[in-house]
């Protein structure tokens, strides 16, 4: 590219001058497909497989790596998240990438919805500027990594001879997630019970339809040692949850109703807690956001992921130290992870102290 075409692209971009002299970056996308370990199923889907987004975004001879995926709940694709990329991408490649914040506002404004996209920009932004700076994401956020939780390992729905099977599998997670709301409910629990005596949290994903149906399947997981229910209800039936709130013991977290900052001081007074996710928000940055903005008003901080490979996985563990728990366990479901980054010893997630994610070829 010459100099004219260059300063063309980059005024059609509108992006904000350059502070340094360096070259413009070059944005690489790439769908990939993750192979799951077991089916994966919830009560929205069940796949052998799923299509994430890769960013890279290629500057001064250092890669900064980003991961999207899409949710389909939300009308994203892989190839929707693709061409979302691709219509910033000259706003990217002449953009300064130290003022990521202001960028990402650029990115926010120039794309409507594909969030998950937006989360793989952001990511890959970020992985450059650590990686720049010499500075560990976490580092950037001014996060002490010695403050991670323990990740909880999540158990798909399944015929209970399967459910058996993954939970022994599961033996080095303390704390278990799982996946509920369909009419197979006490049969997973009791699949889930008969081989171990761990704390359990589990995710009806909207699955129960009716309060009282809600109110008595809570009644009765709690019996079992279940300490935490998350989104029992449709995200839109938010009356019949203060409903169901009033009748339970055990905190109830928003997932499929928490979507960005704004939604957070409107489902204060119907939950106790918010499970936070780079990708249904559109990156660190606003996960960031979201984590703070929860804390502020005295709710419970739960930071989840979508199934993804370890870069995805790695740049949600950057922001773990402000998160009360956390189901960062994309990672661990899939059989092809390109890349290791974030470990998890006892439980607990261990935070690559390299500077950006930290992530290395598999
Ligand atoms: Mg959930």
């Not at 809570?218 to 019996?223: C, M, S, T, Y």
Request: hydrophobic share 45%.
């Amino acid at each position: 590219m010459n100099r004219r075409h260059w300063m063309k692209t980059f005024a059609s971009a509108g992006a904000l001058p350059a502070v340094t002299a360096a070259a413009p970056a070059r944005i690489e996308t790439e769908i990939v497909r993750l192979k799951l370990r077991h089916t994966w199923t919830t009560t929205m889907s069940s796949s052998e497989h799923r299509d994430v987004l890769y960013v890279r975004y290629v500057r001064d001879g250092l890669t900064g790596r980003g991961e999207g995926a899409p949710i389909v709940r939300y009308n994203e694709s892989a190839g929707s998240a693709r061409k979302a990329v691709e219509s910033v991408a000259p706003l990217l490649a002449a953009a300064e990438p130290r003022h990521f914040a202001e960028v990402m506002r650029l990115v926010f404004e120039r794309i409507s919805g594909e969030w998950a996209a937006k989360a793989a920009i952001d990511i890959a932004l970020l992985d450059w500027v650590g990686q720049k700076l010499g500075v560990p994401i976490h580092g950037l956020f001014g996060l002490d990594p010695r403050q991670a939780p323990v990740t909880t390992f999540s158990i798909g729905i399944d015929t209970p001879e399967t459910i058996r099977e993954k939970v022994r599998e599961a033996e080095a997670y303390p704390v278990l997630k799982i996946k509920v709301g369909l009419a197979s409910d006490e049969a997973v629990i009791e699949a889930v019970r008969s081989v171990t005596r761990k704390p359990l949290r589990v995710d009806a994903n909207e699955g129960w339809k009716d309060k009282e149906e809600a109110v008595r399947k809570i009644r009765w997981l709690e019996k079992q040692g279940v300490e935490m229910i998350e989104q029992p209800m449709p995200a839109a039936m938010l009356e019949e949850m203060k409903y169901v709130r009033a009748k339970v013991n055990i905190p109830v977290v928003a997932d499929e109703a928490c979507l960005h900052p704004a939604d957070i001081p409107r489902l204060a007074p119907y939950f106790d807690g918010v499970n936070v996710k780079v990708d249904k928000c559109g990156g660190l940055l606003e996960a960031h956001r979201m984590l703070e903005m929860a804390r502020a008003l005295g709710l419970k901080t739960m930071l989840g992921c979508m199934v993804s490979s370890s870069v995805a996985i790695t740049a949600a563990a950057h922001l773990s130290p402000l998160a009360g728990y956390a189901d960062l366990d994309g990672n661990l479901l899939i059989a092809n992870d390109p890349f290791r980054g974030v470990r998890v010893e006892n439980g607990r997630l261990v935070l690559p102290e390299r500077p950006g994610l930290g992530v290395t070829p598999a």
